[in-house]
């Protein structure tokens, strides 16, 4: 195979879920236990209490190895990893500063992390609006990408019909639903933190830090829920809208619109 119709490098999404999500949640949730805490209260110290400062280096330390691996072995930046990795620095900086030098959390904690886990989807959000006015919309690397549909083909129809305005009607209208799920994902995010970190005892210095990387390690979880399911589900419904619409537009069935597999 030649250079030029070689694939861009894909990653694993199995890969993306083991280091960016289930690693994180089991250094967070399994570490964080401080063994001088431990030994005071009388409870035996395993190898793996290597305390809340540690687990969260840990955590952190595998999506932004991974992110850096990526770029180095492919020379090309990952959308996906690149989402990843923002937010993995996101979650440091923060907690840099919501852990105060005393060993206490600041109350503010659950306000502030809801903000940081809203705002990445808001900004894809946000991206994948504005980018329809832009030479490369993000709808076309998302869902309508010459990969999967015969655009040269849908094109051409669209033109010899004379449904140019309607064809760009149609595309807008998928952008905004698209772009509709993150803002949904934004949301529901935010909740996610007040529920996860709300319930961190901050009068308590001694297991604030291992509530709050617990509470982190749980909304890690469940926020690639609140990210993926509503964008999975909307993605279906833009997917089936532009397929139906297409075909009104230009005439051809599914199987001439869609790229054969």
Known sequence: MSEVDAKPPQESPLTNIIVNVLIPIMALTMLSKDPA????DGKQVRPWHLGPVVALILALALPVSYGIWFFIKHRKLNFFSVVGLVSVLLTGGLTLYLWQKDGSVRPSAPVLFGIKEGSIPLILGLAIFLSHWTKTPLLNTFLYSPQIFDIKKIEKMVKERDTMPDYGKLLFTCTVFFAASFLISTVANYFLAQHFLGGIDFDNKAAAREQ????VGKLTGWGFVAIG?????????????LVTGL????????????LPR
């Open 229 to 241: 399911l509503p964008i999975l589900v909307i993605l279906m419904f833009v997917m089936w809208h």
């Open 247 to 258: 075909k009104k537009l230009t005439g051809l069935d599914t199987d001439e619109i869609l």
């Open 212 to 215: 709050y990387n617990a509470g």
């Open 37 to 40: 805490i431990l030994e005071l």
